[in-house]
């Protein structure tokens, strides 16, 4: 099992920019696949997006394309979610996850260990 960590979340005006990080521990082959989802309350859990460990190929949701950007630094196994020209409806808990899987997955169901969450507000 790996563990998830993340940090960055925070109260951020429309137009601002928030760094997410998600630091992990434990077996590197389990974080093949790391990505970032998103829940408001009373929706369901969002794919934002996703990044390969062994060729960084990434992948995003239409809803962030050009405002987000993934990366990761394999020796510390940690990934990042840069994220910025933010807006009112990007407010949720943003959750990192992790697959030992080698593709993308956009569902939940792909990831198996998963952080606990941090909250991002974006006020208008």
């Known amino acids: 099992q790996v563990q998830l960590a993340e940090s960055g979340g925070g109260l951020v005006q429309a137009g601002g920019s928030l760094r997410l990080s998600c630091a992990a521990s434990g077996p590197t082959f389990r974080t093949n696949a790391m990505g970032w989802f998103r829940q408001a309350p009373g929706k369901e859990r969002d794919f934002v997006a996703g990044?390969?460990?062994?060729?960084?190929?990434?992948d995003y949701a239409d809803s962030v394309k050009g405002r987000f950007t993934i990366s990761r630094d394999n020796a510390k196994n940690t990934v990042y979610l840069q994220m910025n020209s933010l807006k009112p409806e990007d407010t949720a808990v943003y959750f990192c996850?992790?697959?030992?899987?080698?593709?993308?997955?956009?569902?939940?169901?792909?990831?198996?260990?998963w952080g606990q969450g941090t909250q991002v507000t974006v006020s208008s």
């Open positions: 996850a992790a697959s030992l899987r080698l593709q993308l997955g956009v569902n939940p169901n792909d990831y198996a260990d």
């Open positions: 990044i390969i460990r062994i060729n960084g190929r990434t």
